[in-house]
Protein backbone atom coordinates (compact mmCIF):
# COMPACT_ATOMS: atom_id res chain seq x y z
CA UNK A 1 0.00 0.00 0.00
CA UNK A 2 2.98 2.39 1.03
CA UNK A 3 4.64 1.52 -2.43
CA UNK A 4 1.30 2.06 -4.24
CA UNK A 5 0.79 5.77 -2.31
CA UNK A 6 4.35 6.88 -3.00
CA UNK A 7 3.96 6.77 -6.88
CA UNK A 8 0.90 7.83 -6.85
CA UNK A 9 1.98 10.94 -5.22
CA UNK A 10 5.34 11.24 -6.62
CA UNK A 11 4.34 13.15 -9.85
CA UNK A 12 1.74 15.66 -7.81
CA UNK A 13 5.12 16.48 -5.81
CA UNK A 14 3.02 15.52 -2.66
CA UNK A 15 5.39 12.58 -1.42
CA UNK A 16 7.05 14.07 2.06
CA UNK A 17 3.79 15.44 3.17
CA UNK A 18 2.58 11.70 2.93
CA UNK A 19 5.81 10.75 4.59
CA UNK A 20 5.04 13.11 7.41
CA UNK A 21 1.50 11.41 7.45
CA UNK A 22 2.72 7.89 8.49
CA UNK A 23 5.67 9.71 10.67
CA UNK A 24 8.15 7.68 8.35
CA UNK A 25 9.85 10.51 7.33
CA UNK A 26 13.50 8.70 7.49
CA UNK A 27 12.31 6.78 4.21
CA UNK A 28 12.77 10.49 3.26
CA UNK A 29 16.53 9.96 3.50
CA UNK A 30 17.51 6.47 3.19
CA UNK A 31 14.95 4.76 0.53
CA UNK A 32 15.28 5.14 -3.32
CA UNK A 33 11.30 7.48 -4.56
CA UNK A 34 11.30 5.11 -7.56
CA UNK A 35 7.35 5.50 -9.55
CA UNK A 36 6.57 4.24 -13.14
CA UNK A 37 8.58 2.76 -15.75
CA UNK A 38 9.55 4.70 -18.60
CA UNK A 39 10.82 2.30 -21.86
CA UNK A 40 12.38 5.43 -23.32
CA UNK A 41 11.81 9.12 -23.60
CA UNK A 42 9.46 10.57 -25.93
CA UNK A 43 5.51 10.95 -25.61
CA UNK A 44 3.00 8.85 -23.62
CA UNK A 45 -0.31 7.80 -23.43
CA UNK A 46 -0.53 7.33 -19.73
CA UNK A 47 -4.26 6.62 -19.10
CA UNK A 48 -5.04 5.02 -22.17
CA UNK A 49 -7.66 7.76 -23.95
CA UNK A 50 -5.49 8.31 -27.20
CA UNK A 51 -4.27 11.09 -26.43
CA UNK A 52 -0.23 11.34 -25.41
CA UNK A 53 -0.21 13.04 -21.57
CA UNK A 54 3.53 13.32 -20.91
CA UNK A 55 6.93 14.12 -22.77
CA UNK A 56 9.78 12.66 -21.00
CA UNK A 57 12.98 14.04 -22.24
CA UNK A 58 16.73 15.28 -21.56
CA UNK A 59 18.20 18.98 -22.13
CA UNK A 60 16.39 20.91 -24.72
CA UNK A 61 12.88 21.17 -23.78
CA UNK A 62 11.57 19.52 -27.08
CA UNK A 63 8.69 20.77 -29.45
CA UNK A 64 5.34 18.67 -29.57
CA UNK A 65 2.32 19.48 -31.23
CA UNK A 66 -0.05 17.81 -28.79
CA UNK A 67 -1.86 20.24 -26.70
CA UNK A 68 -1.95 20.39 -22.96
CA UNK A 69 1.03 17.94 -22.92
CA UNK A 70 3.25 17.62 -19.72
CA UNK A 71 6.89 18.06 -20.27
CA UNK A 72 8.86 16.15 -17.90
CA UNK A 73 12.96 16.89 -17.85
CA UNK A 74 14.70 14.19 -16.59
CA UNK A 75 18.11 15.42 -16.93
CA UNK A 76 20.83 13.52 -14.60
CA UNK A 77 21.01 16.19 -11.94
CA UNK A 78 20.70 15.50 -7.56
CA UNK A 79 19.25 18.83 -7.25
CA UNK A 80 16.45 19.21 -4.92
CA UNK A 81 13.21 18.09 -6.31
CA UNK A 82 14.48 16.63 -9.51
CA UNK A 83 13.25 13.69 -11.39
CA UNK A 84 15.44 11.40 -13.27
CA UNK A 85 14.89 7.72 -14.94
CA UNK A 86 17.06 5.51 -13.37
CA UNK A 87 19.16 4.24 -16.23
CA UNK A 88 19.86 7.71 -17.84
CA UNK A 89 16.98 7.41 -20.43
CA UNK A 90 14.89 4.47 -19.65
CA UNK A 91 13.86 2.61 -16.36
CA UNK A 92 11.78 3.76 -13.29
CA UNK A 93 11.36 7.17 -12.67
CA UNK A 94 13.12 8.27 -9.65
CA UNK A 95 12.24 11.42 -7.57
CA UNK A 96 14.45 13.69 -5.57
CA UNK A 97 17.84 11.44 -6.08
CA UNK A 98 21.05 11.89 -4.02
CA UNK A 99 21.52 12.85 -0.59
CA UNK A 100 18.37 13.58 1.62
CA UNK A 101 18.47 14.96 4.86
CA UNK A 102 14.56 14.23 7.48
CA UNK A 103 14.85 16.26 10.50
CA UNK A 104 12.04 15.07 13.10
CA UNK A 105 11.34 18.75 13.01
CA UNK A 106 9.93 18.14 9.54
CA UNK A 107 6.87 16.29 11.26
CA UNK A 108 4.95 19.29 11.91
CA UNK A 109 5.08 22.60 10.09
CA UNK A 110 6.54 25.97 11.52
CA UNK A 111 3.91 28.30 13.06
CA UNK A 112 3.97 31.42 10.82
CA UNK A 113 5.21 34.88 12.43
CA UNK A 114 2.23 36.61 12.17
CA UNK A 115 -0.20 34.06 13.67
CA UNK A 116 2.54 34.14 17.21
CA UNK A 117 2.39 38.58 16.60
CA UNK A 118 -1.44 38.06 17.49
CA UNK A 119 -0.87 35.90 19.63
CA UNK A 120 2.01 36.49 21.63
CA UNK A 121 1.23 33.41 23.96
CA UNK A 122 1.39 30.95 21.15
CA UNK A 123 5.10 29.43 20.94
CA UNK A 124 6.99 27.86 17.69
CA UNK A 125 7.00 23.81 16.73
CA UNK A 126 10.25 21.96 18.15
CA UNK A 127 13.33 22.64 16.36
CA UNK A 128 11.64 26.16 14.23
CA UNK A 129 13.02 29.59 15.06
Known amino acids: MLRE ?3 ELIFEGRR ?8 IGELFQSADMNGMYVPALGEYDLNGDGVKDVYFYQ ?5 STTPGIAFVDVSTSTAV ?9 SGEVR ?5 RQWLDAKYLYPIPE ?3 VRNPKLGQNPGWM
Do not use: E, H, M, Y
Open 59 to 63: GTKPA
Open 16 to 23: PDDLRRWK
Open 114 to 116: DVR
Open 95 to 99: WNPGA
Open 5 to 7: RGV
Open 81 to 89: GRIQLSNGT
